[in-house]
């Protein structure tokens, strides 16, 4: 069976520090993989997704950042976090084959707060 | 116009009410629907998947209406364990994804 990992499962962080949070699927080859952030009491929005190695669509323009360096690993970068930054950070994945009707399948989530 | 437009709730409901959440979109050509269960602090986990034709599991029944373009999510005999935030989700084609922002739901004893 298909798992999903996320780390780490939460952290803070001062204004203007780096960051790097990471996401590894397991059971499951090729997989889009994506990108969400959930400000508190709204809905998810999406920051990136990925069809691929190397492969990197951004939905929003901001200091954010996502590479994908192996088949089932994706990371989320950024060189210096904002305070608007703060929320719970998901990774998700979905079957990368074609006509799937992108049934999505969630990790853990990372909350981050900025101070 | 949000593209995905839910009741944001919350519904409280003792246990064993049925409750019944409606879920509107905005774009005609999509594909997929889904609901989603979000427990607090935790990740929205796949409840069901929403057919033309309508589908049930359990005690939850999903329906769709494509020409009024709404969805919605039954559930009866409701528990204290199905207290958590239903997310409206809608898939229009390509990598397009949309989440409704929730609906609350406390079941009390």
């Known amino acids: 069976s298909q798992t999903i990992h996320q780390w780490p499962a939460t952290l803070v962080q001062p204004v203007g520090s780096p960051l790097s949070l990471e996401c590894t699927v397991e059971g499951t080859s090729n997989p889009n993989l994506y990108w969400y952030r959930q400000a508190a009491g709204r809905g998810l929005q999406l920051l990136f997704y990925s069809v691929g190695i190397g492969q990197i669509s951004s939905e929003v323009p901001q200091n954010l950042s996502a590479s994908r360096p192996q088949d089932r690993q994706f990371i989320l970068s950024s060189k210096k976090l904002l305070l608007s930054d703060s929320g719970f950070y998901l990774c998700a994945w979905s079957s990368g084959l074609a006509g799937n009707q992108e049934t999505q399948y969630f990790g853990p989530g990372t909350r981050l707060l900025v101070l | 116009r949000k593209e995905v437009e839910q009741d944001p709730g919350p519904f409280n409901v003792p246990e064993g009410a049925t409750v019944a959440f409606n879920c509107t979109y905005s774009n005609s050509a999509s594909q997929s629907f889904f609901w989603y269960r979000q427990d607090c602090r935790k990740e929205p986990k796949l409840l069901m998947s929403?057919?033309?034709s309508g589908n049930e599991d359990g005690r939850f029944t999903a329906q769709l209406n494509r020409a009024s373009q709404y969805i919605s999510l039954l559930i009866r005999d409701s528990k204290l364990s199905d207290s958590a935030t239903y997310l409206c989700?809608?898939?229009?084609?390509?990598?397009?994804?949309?989440f409704g922002a929730g609906t609350r739901l406390f079941v009390k004893a």
């Open positions: 989700v809608v898939f229009t084609g390509g990598f397009k994804t949309i």
């Open positions: 929403v057919y033309s």
